[in-house]
């Protein structure tokens, strides 16, 4: 009996193993076989062409007023009265201050009762002149008397247009104790009050006139960048604006713009020696007096005009561990390699390049999260309205 039962125990052995061997086979082929591809990243690209693109500078400015004037005492006095309100508007002419008269009445009256005399003295001299004229023509009087009293008259003529011209300083002398605005503008606070005696000779000032429309901004440029754009319009790199002066527009402190346009003026002949910096001045409309002097602005100015700008979208760009710029181009194959380019500017949502692209690359503006160098892509040209609509609704 044992001897038939150990071929069966033999047989069974035999099938185990080959069943055991069967599955080991099937598992390990299943572990070998390649995992299926994935598909190529969808990103968006935007192609690259030549633009047609203003150059615009911002740069930091101050506004001035186009006429500035300091009031001052042209006689010396007591101010008796003040006539202006303080931060109001004036007019050129306007009475401001005044300043005791009396003396001045006084001198004035003197000048008066001068003149008087001398010219009381004049018509005695033309008639003693006329009659020794008459006398002469006789014979009867000699040619010394004539001559003198011809000589008489010259002297009393002088003496006549002498006190017309102290009379004519007394009446200036009392007309400037009403110290009147020398120009139209805005007036500041008063420097001095009532009862303060006043000199003609002081440097003081009684108050500030400030002519605030239209109004001035000065503003700096860099010597270096001025010389660049001067080259790059004698090399026909950029175009000129226009023949006329450049269109001005500024941007307030707060980020908003000023609604309306300037041009620029000039600029100055030399260059700042501690800041490298050359100043140019440019005039602007302020009708509703939004522009006080002092106030620090955003000056942007058209200077000339690129005729074949190559531009990318900001988002487009990256930035290595060293700062430079980079950015996704996709290869003729459908694959992208990531490119260093030379950022010139910001042009709003825009940056100009200026070396490392060329017409007609496809820049990845969208998805370059998701590939690296080398990865096959799926390009779909950008829509930037749909792109902004996708981001407002999440």
Partial sequence: MNTSVRPLRVAALIGLSV???????????????????MPPAGVSVVTVAAERVALVEELPGRIVPTRIAEVRPRVSGIVVERVFEQGSHVEQGDVLYRIDPATF?????????????????????????????????RNVSSQQSLDNAVGALAQANANVAAAEANLAGARLNLQYTQVRAPISGEIGRALITEGALVSANSVENLATIQQFDPVYVDFTQSSRDLINLRQALEEGTLAKVGEDAASITLKLDDGSEYPHKGRLLFQEAAVDASTGQVTMRAELPNPDGDLLPGLYVRVLIEQGVDQNALVVPQQSLLR????NAQVYVVKDDNTVELRTVEVERALGTNYLVSDGLGIGDKVVVEGFQKIGPGAPVNPEEWQPAVAAASTNAN
């Fill in 19 to 37: 069943i055991l061997s069967a599955c080991s086979d099937s598992s390990g082929s299943t572990e070998g076989a390649a995992a299926p591809a």
């Fill in 320 to 323: 290595d561990a060293g700062g």
């Fill in 105 to 137: 009445e006084v001198q004035m009256a003197s000048a008066e009762a001068s003149l008087a005399s001398a010219k009381a003295a004049q018509l005695q001299a033309q008639q003693e002149a006329d009659r020794q004229n008459l006398l002469r023509e």
